[in-house]
Structure formats: C-alpha cells, structure tokens
C-alpha cells in the first residue's frame, strides 16, 4: 500500500501491485493496438502507424487507418472494457463469481432485440439500437420481477437465469421465422464479431464508457463494502439500496451498448474480473483493472481471430469462447486441486 | 440523566416480508449502558437490534437516533455515530485483516480522503485494543472461530462510534472466546461508549449488562438493573423454565439454575 497526504487534509492511497497491472495492461493494449493497425492484408511498421496517425500518411493509409483498422480497435478495447466493467460490477454486486450479463440473461435481451430487426428488416444502427433497448428491457425486466424486495443477490441470479432460458428460446423462435440469408447474418451477429465495425458503433460506445466509467469508479469504495453483507455495509453507511440499483443499472446499460456493437461476445464479462483479481490480488472489484484486461484480452482475441487461420477470418465471439471456456475449465480444476472449490 | 435517550424506538411494527415479529415495539437505551437484550428463540431480539441499527426499516414507528428518524439522517453521518456488528458478515476472499479492519474507517473517508493519519492511528489502536494486531497480515479465511470474531469487532471498532451495537457477538464461540468478547465490551463500555447486544445466555447477561430488556413473542417483558429483572418468575414468563436464583460466586450477579426435572443422571457409558 502506498499513501500519498497533502497538507490540506488530502490523502490518496493505492496498491502499488494493483497501479503496476493498470500500466502493464495499458502498454499492452497499446502494443497490441500497434501490430492489429499495422497487420493485415496491407502491413505497415508501427513506424508508419504512427506518421498516419499523426496526419503523414498517405490518403490510401490515411483510409486503412483512420476508417477501417482504428474504428475496428477501438469498438474492440471499448467492448472488452464495457463488458469487463459489467461483469466486474455483477459479481461484485451478486457476491457471485459466476455472476455476468450472460448469466443474467442481458445479452440474450439485446440477442432478442437484434433478431427481431433481423426478422422485420432495418439497417445497421437501427440493429444496434434494437439491440442496445433488448438489452435495457432484460434488466428492466429483472428490476420488476426482484426489485419491490431489493435487488438482493441470490435472488437477482435465479430470476436472470429465468430471463435468460426465456430469451434464449424466443431468439431460437426468432431464427426459426428469419429468412436463410438473413438468419446466417443473425448466427453471424449472435457469435459476436467485430468484422465491419466503425466509427459508427465506436463512438456510441465510447461516449457511455465516458459518462458511466467515473460514475463506476466513484462508487467503487461503497461496491467494494457491499462485499460484507448488506448489514455490514449498512452499518458503515452505505445506502445499499440505491449503490445496488445505480450499479446494476450502469452493468445493465454497459452490456446492452456493448453488445449493440459487437454482438454477444461469450466471456470477457465474466473472465476478466477473475484475471484482473489474480494479477491484482486485491480483494474487492478491480475496477479498473478488469475493464483494462477485458480490453486488453478483446484486441488480443480478435488478433487471433485475424490471424489464426491463414485467409479466414473468424469471429472475435469463437476466440473468446473457446480461450474463455478453457480458462474457466482450468480455474474450476486449479481451485479443485487446492482443496477450496 | 435528563431528557431522551440518544437510541430508542417508538410504536415499532417489525416484520419480513408477510411475517411480523413485533408490533407496537417501544424501547430505550440509556446513554452510557451496558444494555443487553434477552428472550427466547424467535422472540424478535435480533430484528429489534436490526431496526435499532436501521438495517431493517420498521413497517410503522420510528427509531430516533438523537431526537431524529434514524433513515432521515445520512447513511454516512449515522455511521459516525452508531456501529453495528451484525451475526454474520462475509469476508472477501484473501482479504487480510488489517485491510478488513482498515474499512470500518469509511464512514470517515471520501475520494479524496482516503487515507488520513488519523484512519491509520484508529486502525492500529482498534486491531490492539481486539489483540489482532499481531495477526495483521494474514488472511482472515484463515483464521479461527474467535480470532475472527475479534477480527469484526476491531472493524466496528474502527468507525469510533458512541454507540455500538452487537448482535449476539459470542454465538459460535467456545466459553473462554465468549467471556474474552464480553470483557472486551466491558471494557469498551467503562471507556464511555453505550453498548447494545443480544445475547442467548442468561448468566452472561446479568452478570455484564447494566441494563437488561428482557423479550418474549415480539414484547418487551421487563427492563431494568438485571439484578432487580433476573428472578425466578421472569425467567417463567419469558423462557417457560422452572428455575432458581442464586449469586454468581464470582460478581454476586443473579444466576439462573434451572430445576431438576428429573432425577440427577445414574446412567454409566455412553450415550445413544
């Protein structure tokens, strides 16, 4: 711990291990950043990177660059921190290390919104949207079944477990009514895929990453003391109430955005707070350091899913689902071994 | 001592959910007591310490907290005054202890004050006070039944209230943990804070509380000096035991024998 006082009565305090992760994680994303902007099927060296980012490119660089490489990193460090933000405030807030959007059944709700666009037409950003309220209303859905009694854990869990086997079959219905062209772009869009994307999916992104990060990181002392228990937490002066619901609003718009602009992408949510928390080994949510991971392990998954296979792209949605199962399959089994499953 | 008390409870209809545990409720706890809530199982003790430490919202009447509706008052600004040490509480993993007694300071704390001179002085003299200071660095899952026990004191210690109120701060422990918890309180209370718990033990309870609420079925069936409270026909009324009194060899306080009901015990071996 390290503790920094002003002589005004100020005083900040860090953990050096949890500030060496944070800079760690945002070299590497940089780093990262660099080699997907300068790979493909026109390469350039970090060198020439730079000199276009900075305005000397040439106008077929200045394209490659500024409209399809950069708007497609930053849709995928925005996504990866968004979701890592959501699932890192769900199981905080749930006590629950399996707790994530998808368990909740909030990507379903933005799956179900999204199909349904797929089904009766519309464009792009119409999709998103659709996607984005699909989202919303999955959470809005969860508040009313659980939220006359207080968004308490347990029980947050079971209903959202509930939505999401109902959406999943109404998507499943869905697919069923799509026509075959349009339903491969459904599959397409349900895998989670950051093909095509640009500013256009960015910027929203950002702008509630903008808004909703300071609001999640001032409100991250009260989430870590909710950690103790509702009475505890209470005891120490946190209005539990109105932190559980401000959070599980935030975690619910972050996921919806998310997912309007790169589709359900399978376990960052839930992986990044666990890798963040053992890189860290800080208890409590890791805030900031789980949204750096997820965004870090989002550029790196659609790295691989570029280059993997020699002339095909995959979608980022495959890399992180099967890198995140094997994850958690290792975890399951390491915490086994060690006698604490 | 003149006036209100500074914690009391007014016409209190507790309940969860559809079941209601008292109606009507009023109690007060004398500033500067060692005050201890008795009764049955189910009696409604623990929901009243709840409601007094406004982690369950009363249905009808008010908890005032300084002539004040305690869930009038800031969130913050009542945890400055008033701790709580709940019957249960979850330790995140690998959190070690002086980082679990090192959050009972923020109530104390913003954004910008995260941590004074003054939350680590408290920190420290909290953790020694409780003698968990030399198991500072380890991780509370690690530790036992007692040591843990003291580990949460210490972070309700922590906030610095005038007002603590535990809730049955000796259950799980074994005799010698309970009577180091409840010297412990004695002495927190001989240093001038008003203390509430509940407890389940009858001769713990008049020998260090000053002031006893004695419960039964959600009403409160006595109060006072339990040396005046604890007799033989209370203990009828509020527990259905047959019982004599007799003084606590040690403190003179009352203690409770119950009546043989039987035979004393002539089996040999052992048991089913």
Not at chain 1, 226 to 235: L, S
Request: glycine fraction near 12%; charge should be positive; hydrophobic fraction near 50%.
């Amino acid at each position: 711990m390290s503790v920094l006082r002003t002589p005004g009565g100020l005083s900040l305090r860090w953990r050096r291990r949890s500030t060496v992760v944070v800079t760690g994680c945002a070299l590497a994303a940089l780093l990262l950043g660099l080699t997907a902007v300068g790979g493909g099927d026109y390469p350039m060296s970090p060198a020439d990177v730079l000199r276009t980012l900075t305005g000397g490119g040439s106008p077929a660089e200045e394209f490659i660059v500024g409209e399809l490489r950069l708007p497609r990193l930053v849709t995928a460090l925005a996504v990866g921190a968004a979701l890592a933000l959501a699932g890192a405030v769900v199981q905080s807030l749930l006590r629950n290390p399996l707790g994530s959007p998808d368990v909740l059944g909030l990507t379903q709700g933005a799956a179900t919104g999204a199909l349904i666009v797929v089904v009766l037409g519309g464009g792009t950003l119409v999709l998103a949207g659709a996607a984005t309220a699909g989202g919303l209303a999955a959470g809005l859905l969860i508040a009313a079944v659980t939220g006359r009694r207080g968004l308490a854990g347990p029980r947050v869990v079971l209903v959202g477990i509930g939505v999401a086997a109902i959406l999943t079959g109404v998507n499943g219905w869905l697919l069923t009514r799509a026509q075959l062209m349009d339903a491969a772009r459904a599959v397409l869009w349900l895998t989670g895929s950051l093909d095509g994307r640009g500013w256009a999916q960015a910027l929203p992104l950002l702008g509630v990453l903008a808004v909703l990060t300071p609001v999640l990181l001032g409100y991250g002392r009260a989430l870590s003391m909710t950690e103790f228990g509702d009475e505890a937490a209470i005891a120490a002066g946190v209005p539990v109430r109105r932190v559980r619901r401000a959070l599980l609003g935030a975690a619910v718009l972050l996921a919806s955005v998310a997912a309007a602009a790169a589709g359900p992408v399978s376990f960052v949510a839930l992986t990044a707070p666990h890798l963040a928390r053992r890189l860290t080994r800080a208890p409590g949510p890791n805030l900031l350091a789980s949204a750096l991971v997820g965004a870090v392990l989002l550029v790196a998954a659609d790295l691989v899913a570029q280059r993997a296979v020699e002339g095909r792209h995959l979608p980022v949605g495959v890399v992180t689902g099967v890198l995140g199962g094997m994850y958690l399959v290792w975890l399951l089994a390491a915490q086994r071994r060690a006698g604490r499953s | 001592m003149s006036g209100n008390p500074r914690l009391g409870g007014v016409g209190l209809t507790l309940a969860y959910e559809r079941r209601v545990v008292a109606e009507g409720l009023s109690v007060d706890v004398p500033d500067g007591s060692f005050t201890v809530v008795i009764g049955p199982n189910a009696c409604g003790k623990s929901t009243l310490l709840r409601a007094l430490a406004r982690t369950l919202r009363p249905r009808a009447g008010t908890v005032l907290l300084d002539g004040r509706d305690i869930h009038s008052l800031p969130s913050r600004a009542v945890a400055r005054t008033l701790g709580l040490l709940p019957q249960s509480s979850v330790a995140p993993d690998g959190i070690t202890v002086a980082d679990l007694v090192a959050r009972g300071r923020y109530p104390h704390q913003g954004l910008l004050r995260q941590w004074s001179a003054e939350d680590e002085r408290v920190v420290a003299e909290s953790m020694a006070d409780t003698g968990v200071a030399e198991l500072a660095d380890r991780p509370v899952d690690e530790l036992s039944g007692g040591q843990r026990q003291r580990v949460w004191i210490a972070m309700a210690l922590a906030q610095r209230t005038p007002l603590l109120l535990l809730d049955e701060p000796t259950t799980w422990l074994d005799i010698a943990h309970q009577v180091e918890v409840l010297e412990l309180c004695a002495r927190l209370h001989e240093e001038g804070r008003t203390l509430v718990a509940v407890l389940h033990d009858l001769h713990q309870a008049a020998r260090y509380a000053t002031h006893l609420i004695a419960m039964r079925d959600g009403r409160v069936v006595a109060t006072g000096d339990p040396r005046e409270v604890v007799t033989a026909d209370l203990v009828q009324e509020v527990f259905g035991l047959a019982c004599r009194i007799v003084a606590d060899p040690e403190t003179g306080t009352p203690l409770v024998v119950p009546a043989a009901g039987r035979p004393s015990p002539a089996r040999v071996g052992p048991g089913v």
